[in-house]
């Protein structure tokens, strides 16, 4: 393992020696995969997608801004790795979402996610979800209420002072 080089700044997992880029697929050129051996997926926010950094310790970071059209070949990478996280989760799943707007495509795929997350309970591991929310958000703490209300998902609801910081 490399030193002083980490997948994310409040998880301090170093990277791996054997890292490889990807460019996404989506044209999107923004999008950049770390994939690391399976153990690691980062999809790099655009102007209206969120950041996803996913990792198999068990810590999940979503956030920025999600402004879906369409479904994106971004989501089903996201998806397909989480399958594969399934089949062997951590002992605790620790999943941030941060969100400075979600339209109703980008709050599917979260419910989708979190749903599919849920799963690492039948396992006898425990899941833990903090939605941060900006102070004055109202709309963006409903959502998320809306959620873990609807879907029986145990959510911490976090207020923070500038979403983009978390």
Same mark, same amino acid.
């Given at each position: ?43 790099l926010h655009s102007v209206n997608?969120?950041?996803f950094r996913l990792c198999s ?7 920025? #801004? ?6 994106? *070949?971004?989501? =089903? ?6 399958? $594969? /996280? ?27 996610i979190l749903r599919r997350l ?7 591991? #425990? ?6 929310? *900006?102070?004055? =958000? ?6 998320? $209420? /809306? ?20």
């Amino acid at each position: 393992m490399s030193g002083g080089f980490y997948i994310n700044d409040i998880f301090q997992v170093p990277y791996p020696d054997n890292i490889r880029n990807i460019v996404s697929g989506s044209g999107n050129i923004n999008v950049i995969i770390l994939e690391m051996l399976s153990r690691e997926i980062h999809i790099l926010h655009s102007v209206n997608t969120p950041e996803f950094r996913l990792c198999s310790e068990g810590m999940f970071k979503i956030r920025g #801004k999600g402004l879906y059209k369409t479904r994106t *070949e971004d989501v =089903d990478k996201v998806q397909n790795w989480i399958d $594969e /996280y399934l089949k062997n989760p951590a002992e605790v799943t620790y999943v941030v979402i941060a969100f400075e707007y979600m339209n109703s495509l980008c709050t599917t795929f979260i419910v989708s996610i979190l749903r599919r997350l849920t799963e690492v309970k039948l396992q006898s591991k #425990k899941l833990v979800i903090h939605w941060y929310y *900006e102070e004055d =958000d109202e709309d963006m703490y409903e959502r998320g $209420e /809306y959620i873990s209300m609807s879907f029986d998902i145990p959510i911490t609801f976090i207020p923070a002072n500038h979403i983009a910081d978390i």
